[in-house]
Every structure is written in C-alpha cells, then in structure tokens.
Nanobody, 115 residues
Framework: QVQLVESGGGLVQPGGSLRLSCVAS????????MDWYRQPPGKQRELVAG???????NYADSVKGRFTVSRDNAKKTVYLQMNSLKPEDTAVYYC?????????WGQGPQVTVSS
C-alpha cells in the first residue's frame, strides 16, 4: 500500500518560516519525481516545486528564492523549506510522487500565513 504522509503545516506570521515533510512508503522512492503542489482557498491547485531522483529542481516563479525543495532517498522523505512566507502562500500543500503515468498524493497539510 502506497502512502505519502505529510507534516509540518500550521499557522505562521508573515516573514516566518515553515518546513513541510512528506514521508513515502510502498514505492521505490528514489525512482520517483517528487512535487509539491498547493491549493489556495477558492483557487486551482498549482505546482510549487519539484525534485527528480537525481535532485534536479524546479520552482514556480512566485516562490523562487524563498522556497527550497530537497529529498533524502534513504529516509524516503521530501522536504519543502518555506522562508519569507507571505499571506498569499496560504494554501493546502500536497506532495505528489510521479513515475511515468503513475502518481500518488499526500493528504495535504494546511499552511496559513497571517498576523
């Protein structure tokens, strides 16, 4: 059974930081591209950042320079370090494991940026 279990969401003030983690089980983790998506209230889900098994990364323009995606293949974990958070970063954040036509989703922790 494949599971992606996320943690690290919560409430933070503007300018603050959070780190999201996503632990995978039931997959050959190192083979999967791992992406982070988010869905702001009332909006569509959007790609935030991604990292391949070889650790190539990509970012949405809106988070470049503030967010960092990384992975630890031994721990089957992908991270999203979020710095200089803004109210517009408020969303439900999802991790997504992708290999060819197969993908799996995490449950989506809430991140709220508010004073």
């Amino acid at each position: 059974q494949v599971q992606l279990v996320e943690s690290g969401g919560g409430l933070v003030q503007p300018g603050g930081s959070l780190r999201l983690s996503c632990v995978a089980s039931g997959i050959s983790f190192s083979l999967y591209r791992m992406d982070w998506y988010r869905q702001p209230p009332g909006k569509q889900r959007e790609l935030v950042a991604g990292i391949t098994g070889g650790r190539s990364t990509n970012y949405a323009d809106s988070v470049k320079g503030r967010f960092t995606v990384s992975r630890d293949n031994a721990k089957k974990t992908v991270y999203l370090q979020m710095n200089s958070l803004k109210p517009e970063d408020t969303a439900v954040y999802y991790c997504n494991a992708v290999l060819s036509a197969t993908d799996y989703w995490g449950q989506g922790p809430q991140v709220t940026v508010s004073s």
